[in-house]
Structures are given as structure tokens and as C-alpha cells.
Nanobody, 126 residues
Framework: QVQVAESGGGLVQAGGSLRLSCAASGRTFRSYTMGWFRQAPGKEREFVAA????????YYADSVQGRFTISRDNAKNTVFLQMNSLKPEDTAVYYC???????????????????WGQGTRVTVSS
């Protein structure tokens, strides 16, 4: 399994932007479907975005569609989440997830991923 580690969280005002990064270990990063999930206080972990192994396909939760962009750099073993027009309801711990397989349509299911980072906290103030 790959090991992943998130960075880039912080405190930002509503309407602002943040860019999260997820660095992965290993030499087969391009074989991994990557996802971002988040968990707000008192709530279940929820899907945010996912990207296919090649980067050619991306998927988003309705709540972030048009505001967030997921991308990956397979040469640098890194996946990014660019978050624009942030809202207070985006406040959460954001987790990077990975699995060495094509998603088969399961990219939004947290149980499908088998490698998780420790999370990075994002706080959006109103």
C-alpha cells in the first residue's frame, strides 16, 4: 500500500482559496485512483473529489462542483485539491485516500479506498 500525507490546510476567510496537497510514497503512484474526503465536526466523512489514475477523469461532490478542482502530477507523486470560493460549510478535516486500482465507479465510496492520510484541517471563517 502507498502511504499518503496531506498538507496545505489552514484558516481562510469565506470567499478565499486554499490548495491542498497529498504526497504519496512508492513508485507506482500512477496506478492509484486518488480521492479527497472531508469530515466536519459531528458529521460523517463525505466524498469531495476523485481523480482517475491517468488524471483524465475527475469526479466531484455536488457541493463543491465548480469551486474545487482535483489534479495530479504523476511525476511528483502528488495530488492536489484547489479550493476556491470557500464557504464556512467547507470547514472540515480533509483526507487524502488512495487505492491501486481503477475505481470501477466506486470513487465516491470511502470503504473502497485502502490508504488514508492523517488529514489536514481547513477552517473557513464567515
Amino acid at each position: 500500500q502507498v502511504q499518503v500525507a496531506e498538507s496545505g490546510g489552514g484558516l481562510v476567510q469565506a470567499g478565499g482559496s486554499l490548495r491542498l496537497s497529498c504526497a504519496a510514497s512508492g513508485r507506482t503512484f500512477r496506478s492509484y485512483t486518488m480521492g479527497w474526503f472531508r469530515q466536519a465536526p459531528g458529521k460523517e466523512r463525505e466524498f469531495v473529489a476523485a481523480i482517475s489514475r491517468s488524471g483524465g477523469s475527475t469526479y466531484y461532490a455536488d457541493s463543491v462542483q465548480g469551486r474545487f478542482t482535483i489534479s495530479r502530477d504523476n511525476a511528483k507523486n502528488t495530488v492536489f485539491l484547489q479550493m476556491n470560493s470557500l464557504k464556512p460549510e467547507d470547514t472540515a478535516v480533509y483526507y487524502c485516500a488512495a487505492r491501486e486500482a481503477a475505481s470501477g465507479g466506486l470513487w465516491s465510496q470511502s470503504w473502497w479506498y485502502d490508504s488514508w492520510g492523517q488529514g489536514t484541517r481547513v477552517t473557513v471563517s464567515s
